[in-house]
């Protein structure tokens, strides 16, 4: 091993969105692009350096769960959601008559693009339903 003055010169192959990252690292820092790249690898190669990755890891699992159960609870919100809309328009709309059944069938492109604009409407306005649903909601005795 050299001694702790001596320093060595080593040649590097680096991908030219590395070299420009260092490049403008270096000069944002007013450091030389060798001290940067020195101490990158020497934080690299020191032992608590797995430690650390494991720590960031931690943490973006961490966040990824967090989201996922943001997803599981809207998830969870919009299937309900649909069930009681559907046990509600089943239990209220009683069946067409023929002919009035006829005519509904009619309507149903234009009844449906209503539905989608109004749709559109509510989700670039806000607020969301799953703002509006509480999850502090006590559970009613069915």
Do not use: C, H
């Not at 020195?38 to 769960?65: H, N």
């Amino acid at each position: 091993m050299t001694s702790p003055g001596k320093k060595r010169k080593v040649t590097v192959y680096l991908d030219p969105a590395v070299e420009k990252a260092l490049v403008e690292f270096a000069a944002r820092r007013d450091r030389s692009q060798s001290m940067i790249a020195e101490a990158a690898i020497a934080s690299f190669l020191s032992p608590d350096d797995a430690e650390r990755r494991e720590a960031i890891i931690a943490r973006r699992l961490d966040q990824f769960d967090r989201r996922l159960t943001r997803v599981e609870r809207d998830v969870g919100i919009a299937v309900e959601t649909l069930a009681v809309f559907i046990r509600f328009w089943l239990a209220t709309t009683p069946a067409l008559p023929e002919p009035a059944a006829n005519a509904a069938k009619a309507k149903v492109g234009e009844r449906y693009e209503a539905f989608v604009t109004a749709l559109g409407r509510r989700l670039a306005q806000g607020p969301k339903l799953q703002q509006e649903v509480s999850e502090d909601v006590p559970e009613s005795e069915n």
